[in-house]
Structures are given as C-alpha cells and as structure tokens.
Nanobody
C-alpha cells in the first residue's frame, strides 16, 4: 500500500501563485511517474502536468509557461508551482503516482486539494 499526502491548496487572487506538494510513502521501490490532475465542478478530470523519474516533464497546453512540475526522488515528493493563476484554474487538484513495489506496478490517486482563484 502507498499513502499520498497532498498540501498547498487554498484561495488566491487572479495573477497569484500557489505551490502544491504531494508526498508518497509506503511500499515503494521506485516511483516511475508522478503527476497532477484537476477536476472542476461538473467537469471531467483532466491531466495538468507529469514528471518521470528521469526528470522528463509534460504539461497540458492550458498551463504551459505558467505551471512547473518538479520532484524530489529522495523524498518521493512531487511539487506543482502554479504562477499567473486564472479563475479557470479553479479545481480540486489531485496527485497521481505510478509506483513499483518490487514485483508489480500500481497507480494511485490522492484525495485532492482545493485551489480557488477568485478576487
């Protein structure tokens, strides 16, 4: 089993910044991929950004140039630095990790942290 602890959400004005964190712990040999998704009310969950163990990153077009994903492999933690936030970024942000436990690979999602962008 793997546990995910997310933090960093909150209320911010348009143009502001927030930094999300997600720490994974438990039966982990390696975390192959770490990512953030988001889900706004009435909308489907969408991919925001992801980072492989080697550091290769990818982003949704809607956040390119504003959001930066990074990870600390020693801490099994992924971060999402969000700058120039817009009201349309308002959503529950959900951490996702792809974990290898030594025998199998598992996909886990966190509970989510609320991000609200409003004046």
């Amino acid at each position: 089993q793997v546990q995910l602890v997310e933090s960093g959400g909150g209320l911010v004005q348009p143009g502001g910044s927030l930094r999300l964190s997600c720490a994974a712990s438990g039966n982990i040999v390696i975390v192959n991929h770490m990512a953030w998704y988001r889900q706004a009310p009435g909308e489907q969950r969408e991919f925001v950004a992801g980072v492989f163990n080697e550091g290769i990153t990818n982003y949704a077009d809607s956040v390119k140039g504003r959001f930066t994903i990074s990870r600390d492999n020693a801490k099994n933690t992924v971060y999402l630095q969000m700058n120039s936030l817009k009201p349309e970024d308002t959503a529950v942000y959900i951490c996702n990790v792809l974990v290898y436990d030594g025998s199998r690979t598992f996909n886990y999602y966190g509970q989510g942290t609320q991000v609200t962008v409003s004046s």
